[in-house]
């Protein structure tokens, strides 16, 4: 209901979950909230449901890191 995989738990089927986009910002969620994505898909449709998921996430670019995470530097090599 207000989660994702019910679904793929649901029937025993294959589902990928990932980053939507997120909500705008509010009192409560100065940054927004995250809104997941699912997708559903046929026995052992796994590679397409993986690639459909990284294509989108390629494509979007929405993805990013809670404020809370510290940027990591770079190390050569």
Known sequence: MDR???L???TGL???CFCGGFTPPSATAPVGVP???EILGREWSEPRLLALAHAWE????IR???ASVPTLAHRPG
């Open 14 to 16: 294959p589902a990928v």
């Open 64 to 66: 990013r890191a809670p």
């Open 58 to 61: 390629c494509r979007t670019r």
């Open 35 to 37: 809104v997941g994505l």
């Open 8 to 10: 793929s738990n649901g």
């Open 4 to 6: 994702n995989g019910v």
